[in-house]
């Protein structure tokens, strides 16, 4: 049994939903984050399983790269702003933070 394209199609969709279902359903901004990328992964793996069974040659590859890089980038940022509203809020729920400047 070899893996196909529909292997890698169910295992985004998987990550894809969870990824989902921590950002809609978690409290915690830091659990919000991880969902995010859960998120990203999924469109990274549909990337490079296009790129491999659609004869797109290095596009996909490419474009999972940058959204690596992306990725990255955002988790600093997001994290830096965590700790600062933990800072400021004694909290890192998202539903107790009702306003951004007091």
């Keep these: 049994m070899s893996v196909g394209l529909n292997h890698f199609l169910v295992l985004s969709v998987i990550l894809f939903s969870l990824g989902i ?3 809609l359903t978690r ?3 830091i659990q919000v984050l991880m969902g995010i990328e859960l998120i990203l992964n999924s469109a990274n793996i549909n990337f490079i399983a296009f790129a491999r069974f ?5 596009t996909g590859q490419v474009i999972s790269l940058f ?3 992306l990725a990255a980038a955002e988790a600093a940022i997001a994290l830096a702003i965590v700790l600062n509203i933990y800072k400021h809020f004694s909290t890192v729920n998202v ?8």
Excluded at 54 to 58: D, L, P, R, V
Excluded at 95 to 102: F, H, P, R, V
């Design 67 to 69: 959204v690596i890089i």
């Design 54 to 58: 659609g004869n797109f040659g290095f």
């Design 27 to 29: 409290k915690n901004a």
């Design 95 to 102: 539903d107790e933070i009702d306003g951004l400047k007091e």
């Design 21 to 23: 279902y921590a950002v």
